[in-house]
């Protein structure tokens, strides 16, 4: 074996082995890649990092001023900021109701209700029967409704 020395940094030696491929990973042109990649994608998981949500510092605050644990727990459900709009906005809302401090909030079922009955108008409108409405609703909504309500529904949207 005869003693090469190999200089590595050497410009002369890079440009004799220079190969005239173009390109990222050009100067490794005689390696084959792997038929499916790299291989370490293999090992990945669910980067669970992401999923969790960290909590917010300023909630402990609103424990150490006294707030009771369901506005804390909206705050975490809506974010802080949120929190905070919705909280002034009632806030002021109660400053200039005559009942002290207390705002009105309505029912949320109130909500579904009217979206549900907006749902059977509109497929009364695409010209669907009582009884299909009736088996749309139970099947897209959850929610077991009469055909006699159906139709009561209907005619007070056509009335208006």
């Given at each position: 074996?005869a003693d090469?020395?190999v200089?590595r ?7 004799a ?6 390109g990222?990973?050009a100067?490794?042109?005689d390696t084959?890649s792997?038929?499916r ?12 990092v ?10 402990s ?6 707030i009771?644990?369901f506005w804390?727990?909206l ?31 309505p029912?949320y079922?109130?909500?579904?209700r009217?979206q549900r ?8 409108g695409?010209g669907l029967?009582?009884?299909?409405i ?10 077991d409704?009469t ?14």
């Open positions: 074996m090469i020395e200089r940094s050497s410009n002369t030696e890079m440009i082995n220079e190969v005239q491929c173009q990222v990973g100067r490794h042109s084959r792997l038929p990649g790299g291989g370490y994608l293999d090992i990945c998981t669910t980067f669970e992401s999923e969790k949500k960290s909590r917010d510092p300023r909630i605050e609103l424990h150490d001023m006294g009771s644990g804390r727990s705050a975490e459900d809506i974010g802080f900021d949120a929190f905070l709009v919705v909280w002034e906005s009632m806030s002021n809302q109660a400053l200039n109701s005559d009942d002290g401090h207390r705002v009105y909030v029912r079922d109130a909500f579904m009217y009955n907006r749902f059977i108008v509109a497929l009364a695409n029967k009582a009884k299909e009736k088996e749309q609703v139970m099947h897209a909504l959850g929610d409704i055909t006699n309500h159906i139709s009561r529904l209907i005619r007070q949207y056509n009335a208006n």
